[in-house]
């Protein structure tokens, strides 16, 4: 008798544990990314139908949350063999990055405690290694994001601005798929933005240039920068309505003054080519946004002659608006032992980056107070 009472207490326990399974699942609520009154996107992204295109390197998803819940992102790749990485950060803090599978829909889990009330997804991986595309989120306790800051900061360059080659902690140099070390969380550029309380965008390509890249001529980063999608498509525009920087700061140079791969013909570095090209891009920016400052980087990744040439370059660009009434301020980094993959800068070197530049930043956007 006692053994029969005791089944059935089993059973009803049971069915009771399923029915607040079932409640659960029911107050859980799936959201498009795409809901501004809930999320707030940065970087260059796109919308299509309810999900949202993550473009660039550093684009990401910004919400709050409370309580302890588990949420659930449905996130896929546009290229069926390649992957992406979504970077998790809560309350400021860097949790660690989810590894998103191609053009098949992923169901990530992330827990949450009561104590994560500010949840960012971050874009890994950058345009060039293909679209990180996120279909949905699903959560219990969603809510709005704050107001993003009013400081707006686009940054221009090549792997460095990327993170290419910084992260090791999964993958060692050489080990994977070459952009297994990307981390654009950990930046220079998204270090300094975050420290600056900015909202910012990443327009870079690892391996591009000004007026030529580290292999072939182009395009080059100044071609391809007017599309949304940081390739040869110019079906869809990039322009300030899209964003609109108070400052712009520049990184080319380190691929212009390469010596290339060795496999295709490579000319001798032009001076003339790389100014000329320099100045329009610049002007351009100047012409297309609401004239913001810009800034203009010299390369941690050269040194020598070759750092001197960048120098000589970089200074005549400086002088040919200077000429214009147009102040460009220039920054020359303090010299970073770049320990990452392909002498590149790890992730300690990315924030040794950002301590030397943060404070330059800073005075130019103090003084347009």
């Not at 800034?295 to 750092?307: F, H, K, N, T, Y």
Request: hydrophobic share 35%; proline share 4%; net charge negative.
């Amino acid at each position: 008798m006692k053994k029969t009472v005791l089944m059935a207490a089993v059973v009803a326990c049971s069915l009771w544990s399923c029915k607040e399974t079932s409640k659960t699942e029911e107050s859980a609520k799936l959201y498009s990314p795409n809901n501004t009154n809930i999320f707030a996107i940065s970087g260059r992204t796109d919308a299509r139908d309810s999900a949202l295109v993550m473009i660039s390197p550093a684009s990401r998803i910004t919400f709050k949350h409370k309580g302890q819940d588990t949420i659930t992102v449905y996130a896929k790749t546009d290229l069926k063999d390649e992957h992406a990485f979504l970077g998790l950060v809560t309350n400021k803090e860097y949790k660690k990055r989810l590894r998103i599978e191609g053009d098949t829909v992923n169901t990530i889990q992330i827990p949450l405690s009561e104590t994560d009330t500010l949840v960012e997804l971050y874009k890994l991986t950058e345009a060039s290694t293909g679209n990180l595309v996120v279909n949905g989120i699903k959560g219990k306790n969603v809510e709005k994001a704050p107001t993003k800051p009013s400081i707006k900061i686009e940054f221009v360059g090549n792997s460095i601005t990327s993170g290419f080659g910084n992260d090791t902690t999964a993958y060692a140099c050489g080990e994977g798929s070459w952009y297994d070390s990307h981390n654009a969380y950990y930046s220079y550029a998204t270090i300094s933005a975050n420290r600056l309380d900015a909202d910012f965008v990443l327009s870079s390509i690892s391996g591009w240039g000004m007026y030529r890249n580290w292999d072939v001529p182009g395009p080059t980063v100044p071609d391809v920068y007017d599309n949304l999608y940081l390739n040869t498509d110019s079906t869809k525009a990039y322009t300030a309505k899209n964003f609109n920087p108070d400052l712009v700061s520049i990184n080319l140079g380190t691929n212009d003054l390469s010596e290339g791969d060795g496999k295709h013909e490579r000319l001798p570095f032009s001076k003339k080519d790389y100014v000329d090209a320099y100045v329009k891009f610049v002007q351009h920016i100047i012409d297309t946004r609401d004239n913001p400052e810009i800034a203009i980087l010299d390369s941690p990744m050269v040194s020598g002659e070759r750092q001197e040439i960048l120098h000589e370059c970089l200074n005549n660009v400086v002088d040919h608006f200077k000429k214009q009434d147009k102040k460009i301020y220039f920054f020359d980094f303090e010299t970073i032992p770049e320990t990452g993959c392909g002498a590149h800068p790890s992730i300690e070197e990315d924030k040794m980056m950002a301590d030397q530049i943060v404070p330059f930043y800073k005075e130019i956007l103090d003084s347009k107070k």
